[in-house]
């Protein structure tokens, strides 16, 4: 299924005079304060953030999954999927697969496929936490970690093949998450299991073409329990910096403990050069898959704080990051929750470009906190709604979205198209 754009500009129609009294209202203020609202509006354009293949589906929880009917059944349809998001938001337009979820059949037509939605391919991601089918070894104790050289072997020649699909499709980055850890004290050599994940992410790194980028993910906990081999940012840096300058940590805001600090990792990494990638989700307790912005808006806000001024510093060693949402929660439609997702990523980016930051860094140097609490927060309490509307609405995207994915029942059509019991693969 795809949207006509004559769908949305129909949609856009009704509700373009309220839009217009709204957008003229804060672009007023904004030039009082001597910002642009122009320039705000082609950055939040040029800020695409990837969807994951995987997030299409409904998730599931380990008790059980709910799915909503009419799922992408083939890669296919996922990009379709992901079209239909760009074609709303026009802010969705890259896809990021997983192997070996996506393995394209016919690379060609895969590509001409994205083609046609105006989708690029982000980052590709290799699998060595569950055992496939056909597969030799299992990664039931580990997999570039693992005791065995055999394993490591074969996990290795698995990240090897899955740069080979990404490089036929045109992904110039691969990112790891490895399940890797133990969940018994005792069960694991720390420091022998950080040494093999080191030599075989070197082997991997090797393999890439020279244009390629590395993603190391972290995470603290999950599926193990006691240890997990590359628990935080700084072990993601530790080997990031051991493999080369095309290795870089990606950070995922679900892989904390509750309560750390993730904007000041944001904001030491780009001061590193070694922010290469960013996951987007929310969660109240860890891992949770929920909707962006849902639970902490204004930790989003503050990360977007330092990753602005990163961005933004000329001196700044730092690549441009890879963007991508990293969730698939079992309540929502998946494409309405990406639809927030995206929303909320694009109103924190517009509010931390809202900050006044020669005024801030003054009352830095000045220890105010006051005034620098201040400053921050007059960014953060502006509505940045309308600017977000008017930057799809100036891209041929909706005003609304979700108005119109509703009002024309694409959840309905999927159903009619793929049936009530289509299941996406993925996790
Ligand atoms: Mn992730």
Redesign the pocket.
């Known amino acids: 299924m795809r949207i006509d754009s004559n769908l949305i500009q129909s949609h856009n129609d009704k509700t373009l005079p309220d839009h217009r009294e709204s957008f003229g209202h804060l672009s007023r203020s904004l030039e009082r304060k001597t910002l642009d609202s122009g320039s705000i509006i082609r950055k939040i354009q040029d800020f695409q953030i990837a969807i994951p293949s995987w997030a299409l589906g409904t998730g599931g929880t380990r008790f059980g999954r709910f799915p909503g009917g009419g799922e992408p059944r083939s890669l296919e349809e996922k990009m379709d999927d992901v079209g239909l998001l760009h074609a709303l938001n026009r802010a969705s337009g890259a896809i990021s697969l997983h192997i070996p979820w996506d393995i394209p059949s016919d690379v060609s037509a895969i590509q001409a496929h994205a083609a046609s939605h105006g989708l690029l391919f982000d980052a590709v991601n290799s699998n060595t936490f569950q055992d496939q089918p056909d597969q030799k070894h299992s990664y039931k104790f580990g997999s570039l970690c693992h005791s065995s050289a055999d394993v490591r072997k074969q996990a290795i020649d698995h990240n090897l093949e899955v740069i080979r699909y990404g490089e036929a499709l045109g992904s110039k980055s691969l990112t790891v998450?490895l399940a890797d850890g133990s969940s018994f004290p005792g069960q694991m050599n720390f420091r022998k299991a950080l040494q093999r994940t080191l030599d075989s992410l070197k082997e991997i790194y090797a393999g890439m073409p020279e244009d390629w980028k590395l993603f190391v993910?972290y995470k603290p906990y999950e599926p193990y329990f006691y240890s997990t081999v590359i628990q935080d940012w700084g072990t993601s840096h530790l080997l990031a910096s051991q493999l080369g300058d095309r290795a870089f940590t990606?950070v995922?805001l679900?892989?904390h403990l509750p309560n750390t600090n993730i904007e000041q990792i944001v904001a030491t990494l780009m001061m590193q050069g070694k922010l290469g990638g960013f996951?987007f989700n929310d969660s109240k307790f860890g891992d949770d898959d929920l909707t962006v912005g849902a639970m902490k808006p204004y930790q989003l806000f503050l990360i977007f704080n330092e990753l602005v001024e990163g961005m933004e510093d000329s001196g700044s060693k730092n690549p441009a990051p890879a963007w991508m949402i990293?969730a698939s929660h079992n309540l929502k439609d998946p494409l309405e929750d990406l639809l927030q997702s995206v929303e909320a990523i694009q109103l924190a980016y517009a509010q931390a470009l809202l900050i006044d930051r020669e005024a801030l860094e003054e009352a830095r140097e000045a220890n105010d906190p006051t005034l620098a609490q201040e400053i921050l927060q007059e960014a953060f309490r502006t509505d940045v709604r309308p600017l977000v509307a008017e930057a799809r609405l100036q891209a041929g995207g909706a005003i609304n979205p979700i108005g119109v994915f509703r009002d024309k029942q694409v959840r309905k059509e999927l159903i009619k198209e793929r049936g009530a019991k289509a299941l996406s693969t993925g996790l």
């Open positions: 998450w993910e990606l995922d679900g892989h996951h990293d």
